[in-house]
Structures are given as structure tokens and as C-alpha cells.
């Protein structure tokens, strides 16, 4: 399968944070590997391009973060935990009828069968 990567993802990366964040609050690195695994290997990501997002995202009041709690077991820094807001559930939701609009459109002039 050909890898998605850099300008194929520009537009569409905040959304897809978005939905790796609907399940369930994460860390940075952690939202990196659920976008990674449910892209079957296909969606290549940087972190430096997705911690500007979740910093974008978490302006927006799309996404909100804390540090986590100091946990003694865990060995290395803190890291900040995000978590989806309502407003960020209404925005995915959102998107993704936009997506299905765009899909249909699309693919129809392009000739593709789903």
C-alpha cells in the first residue's frame, strides 16, 4: 500500500487528531501510534507536525491538555495528556458529514465506485 504523508495529510490532519482523540484521552506519542495503526501503515506522521496540531487544536478549545500526574513507576518527563471537548466532538461530528459530501462528490467525478 503506498505510504500518506507531508502535503497529502494538509488539511486533514486536525481531524483525523480529532478522531484518534475520540478514543479516549492521550499523549502525544500515543495519538501518533493510533493514527499510524488505523492507517493500516499507510499514514506516515512526524511529530513535528502533529504536536503544532494538537497545539492548534487545544487553542481552539477543540481539545484540552493537562501534565499528567507524577507516577513514580513510570520512568522519563512528564507528558501532557489531551482529551477531546464537547466542542471538539460537535467539530469531528461536523466533519465527517463534510468528508462523506466531499467523498461522494468527488469520487463521482472521478469515476470511483465505494
Known amino acids: 500500500m503506498k505510504q500518506i504523508h507531508g502535503d497529502q495529510l494538509r488539511g486533514h490532519l486536525d481531524n ?3 478522531a484518534a482523540l475520540r478514543a479516549g484521552d492521550a499523549h502525544g506519542f500515543e495519538v501518533l501510534k493510533r493514527l499510524e495503526t488505523a492507517g493500516s501503515g499507510a499514514l506516515r506522521l512526524k511529530e513535528g507536525s502533529l504536536y503544532p496540531a494538537l497545539y492548534r487544536l ?3 478549545g477543540l481539545v484540552k491538555a493537562a501534565w499528567e500526574e507524577g ?3 513510570r520512568r522519563g518527563p512528564r ?3 489531551y482529551q477531546l471537548t ?3 466532538h460537535k467539530r469531528l461530528e461536523q466533519s465527517r458529514d ?3 459530501v466531499f467523498v ?3 469520487g ?3 469515476g470511483a465506485t465505494a
Open 16 to 18: 483525523l487528531v480529532l
Open 58 to 60: 487545544e487553542a481552539e
Open 71 to 73: 507516577d513514580s513507576a
Open 79 to 81: 507528558r501532557r495528556i
Open 86 to 88: 464537547a466542542k471538539g
Open 98 to 100: 463534510e468528508w462523506e
Open 104 to 106: 461522494r462528490v468527488i
Open 108 to 110: 463521482g467525478i472521478l
